[in-house]
């Protein structure tokens, strides 16, 4: 199995190098705070987002919350800071001859979280991300290309953790995941168990994702999206609103001006 992994992953990570030679880019997490998993997931988007009407071809790179003593990554703990967090990038090229709002930008990611649930198997994912919901815009520079960074306030999105979540097919999947991140770094030593959840308190309950995202133009129709949040939920008491995100600033952004955009 292991060596069936390993080969998946290094023919895998040879087509995400093809792919950014396609798009004539790549994107490189050079600081990756402690909060979340020392590595990077790379992922063909172009299926994905086709099938929720987007016309673009992609790579999304991707990293989750770090290891709790389980285990586990603390995306998935319920009462853990990182639950529901997510940081990376899209690297996008928009098929379409148009401008692009920052709602198309934003719907990249909204089509990315329906994949996910529905990989965890949630019978209705959902997730809805509105631009007006932005709190905040100012300009950002990521790797001497200049963008902006927009501060979103809250958009619903059910989490990833429910009765469906350990599957035989999301079993697969996330042995894949494990193997990725071992590829782009061989001292994880990741598993397909570090990423499907041992404790189960809720059912895809609604949390509403906080957070950042900074848009790059390289060049017409070519962008990198980077993304960071965090969630605001209901405590254990299901009384009061926690938001995780205000703890989560200063890494999300640190990171995001540690990005280096390579042309390859």
């Known amino acids: 199995m292991n060596i069936f992994l390993k080969l998946f992953a290094s023919i895998y990570t040879k087509d995400m190098r093809h792919l950014e030679k396609k798009i004539g880019y790549r994107v490189i997490f050079s600081k990756i705070p402690e909060a979340w998993i020392n590595g990077m997931m790379t992922l063909d988007m172009e299926e994905s987002?086709?099938?929720?009407?987007?016309?673009?071809?992609?790579?999304?790179?991707?990293?989750?919350g770090h290891l709790t003593k389980d285990g586990v990554s603390s995306g998935l703990v319920r009462g853990?800071?990182?639950?529901?967090?997510?940081?990376?990038?899209?690297?996008?090229?928009?098929?379409?001859?148009?401008?692009?709002?920052?709602?198309?930008?934003?719907?990249?990611?909204?089509?990315?979280?329906?994949?996910?649930?529905?990989?965890?198997?949630?019978?209705?994912?959902?997730?809805?991300?509105?631009?007006?919901?932005?709190?905040?815009?100012?300009?950002?520079?990521?790797?001497?290309?200049?963008g902006t960074l927009y501060e979103f306030g809250g958009g619903p999105s059910h989490s990833a953790v429910g009765s469906k979540a350990n599957t035989i097919r999301n079993k697969i999947l996330m042995a894949l995941t494990g193997a990725m991140f071992d590829k782009y770094n061989k001292k994880l030593h990741l598993s397909g168990k570090n990423f499907i959840p041992k404790?189960?308190?809720t059912n895809y309950e609604t949390v509403m994702l906080t957070g950042y995202i900074a848009v790059v133009e390289l060049e017409k129709n070519v962008k990198v999206v980077l993304y960071g949040n965090g969630a605001a939920l209901l405590d254990d008491r299901g009384e009061e609103v926690v938001d995780y995100t205000p703890a989560l600033k200063k890494d999300i952004l640190t990171a995001f001006k540690a990005v280096e955009i390579m042309k390859v």
């Not at 089509?111 to 198997?121: I, S, V």
Request: glycine share 6%; hydrophobic share 35%.
């Open 49 to 64: 987002w086709a099938k929720h009407g987007i016309k673009a071809c992609g790579v999304n790179y991707w990293t989750l």
């Open 199 to 201: 404790d189960i308190p």
């Open 80 to 146: 853990d800071e990182h639950y529901q967090s997510w940081l990376g990038a899209y690297l996008v090229k928009f098929k379409e001859d148009r401008e692009f709002t920052i709602q198309d930008h934003f719907n990249l990611a909204v089509a990315d979280q329906k994949n996910w649930l529905e990989d965890f198997g949630d019978p209705q994912p959902f997730i809805e991300m509105p631009a007006k919901d932005i709190t905040h815009t100012e300009p950002i520079s990521i790797s001497g290309y200049s």
